[in-house]
């Protein structure tokens, strides 16, 4: 089974703090595949990143960067600098092998509202 | 180019009503998805569709959910009976071929008094 757990229920930073958004996954798959999705309040979520197994290098867009660690099954999610416009919540996704399943079955963490205040 | 879509934004039915909820998906995207989001909990695998057809339904919590995409393009959620606890955010997202990105839309908040 997978399973995705985001500890941080909520955090509160100040404006261009750093913060780091925490991921811890479970899955029996060899290849599989993370996601991160930001949710702002109008609700709709917003795709940010996929990486899959295979892929530990770390990647870095802008002011986002994303550490993927499988010996500790973690997939944090840093921001620097961070903005009022960054307050939403973060989704953390799990999927496993495309192979077994068909399609990408998202398996969605609980969530981390991030709140940046000016 | 235009997103996914979702209509109503909103919903509010009486328990025991029946009420459809449309996605509208990506233009070109085969895949087709529905989630449920419950208040404070990330959302839920429901149903996903491979064009027509859909291919995997193990989401969907009992017989009063249904869903159907007959054209391969637009999908509507069906729910008969509707009961308190079916309250949530219904999400839906499409993807270019099964194996790619899922881009979500803003979904229809659902409440049933």
């Known amino acids: 089974a997978q399973k995705v757990t985001q500890a941080q229920t909520e955090i509160s930073v100040v404006e261009k703090e750093d913060v780091t958004l925490d991921c811890v996954y479970e899955t029996r798959d060899t290849t599989y595949y993370l996601f991160w999705y930001k949710q702002p309040p109008s609700g709709e979520l917003v795709f940010l990143i996929r990486r899959n197994s295979f892929d530990e290098q770390n990647e870095i867009s802008g002011r986002y960067s994303w550490n993927f660690q499988k010996s500790t099954s973690s997939f944090n999610f840093t921001i620097t600098a961070s903005q009022v416009v960054d307050s939403a919540v973060y989704f953390c996704a799990l999927s496993g092998s495309f192979m077994n399943t068909g399609f990408q079955k998202l398996v969605f963490g609980t969530g981390t509202r991030l709140l940046v205040s000016p | 180019g235009a997103g996914v879509s979702q209509t109503p934004s909103n919903k509010v039915t009486e328990k025991g009503k029946y009420v459809e909820l449309r996605c509208d998906p990506i233009s070109g995207h085969t895949a087709l998805y529905w989630y449920r989001q419950s208040l404070g909990q990330g959302p839920e695998f429901l149903i996903y569709?491979?064009?027509?057809?859909?291919?995997?339904d193990s989401g969907l919590p009992n017989d009063r959910f249904f869903a159907v995409r007959p054209e391969g393009s637009v999908s509507t959620l069906k729910i008969q009976r509707t009961e308190r606890g079916d309250s949530a955010v219904y999400l839906c997202?499409?993807?270019?071929?099964?194996?790619?990105?899922?881009?979500f839309g803003p979904g229809t908040r659902l409440l049933v008094l």
């Open positions: 997202a499409s993807s270019l071929y099964p194996q790619e990105t899922q881009y």
């Open positions: 569709f491979q064009g027509t057809g859909a291919a995997d």
